[in-house]
Each structure stands twice: as C-alpha cells, then as structure tokens.
C-alpha cells in the first residue's frame, strides 16, 4: 500500500522556520522524483519545489533563497526546509511522487500557518 505521510508542519511567526517531512512507503522512491506543493485558501494548489531522482532542484520562484528541498534515500523521505516564512507561506503543504513528469503519488497535507 503506497503512502506519503507528511509531518513537521504548524503556527510559526513570521521570519521563522520549519521543516517538513514526508514519509514514503510502498514503492520504489529512488525510482521517483519528488515534490511539494501547496494550497492556500481560494486557490490552486501549486508546486513549491521538486528534486528529482538524481538531486537536480527546481523552486517557486516566490520561495528561491528561503526553501530548500532535500532527500534521503536509505530513509525514504523528502524534506522540506523553510526559512523566512511569510504570511504568503500560510497554506496546506503536500508531498507528492513524480514520475513520467506525472505525479502518482500525494500525501494528505500538513498545515503551515505564517502569523505576522
């Protein structure tokens, strides 16, 4: 049974930082590329950042300089480290696994709130 579990989100004040993780089982996740997305309130959900299976990067240009996304393999998990947060920031955050430039895979979310 495939699953992403992600954790780490919750209320931080602005200019803080957290660090999210997803927890992947059930298939193959050196296989996959993985990403994060997010989803405010009224909006659609977009991609925050994406590392691919070899450790290639791409981010939100709203995000460069303040997220980083990073991968273990021998644990299966993705991270996401988040820096400087802003107000803007405040959205439900999901994992997901890509492959054929198609995500297969999404977590249930974790809520990031910014307050200022």
């Known amino acids: 049974q495939v699953q992403l579990v992600e954790s780490g989100g919750g209320l931080v004040q602005v200019g803080g930082s957290l660090r999210l993780s997803c927890a992947a089982s059930g298939f193959t996740f050196s296989s996959y590329a993985m990403a994060w997305y997010r989803q405010a309130p009224g909006k659609q959900r977009g991609l925050v950042a994406r590392m691919g299976r070899g450790g290639s990067t791409n981010y939100a240009d709203s995000v460069k300089g303040r997220f980083t996304i990073s991968r273990d393999n021998a644990k299966n998990t993705v991270y996401l480290q988040m820096n400087s947060l802003k107000p803007e920031d405040t959205a439900v955050y999901y994992c997901?696994?890509?492959?054929?430039?198609?995500?297969?895979?999404w977590g249930q979310g974790t809520q990031v709130t910014v307050s200022s």
């Open positions: 997901s696994a890509i492959r054929a430039g198609a995500s297969d895979y």
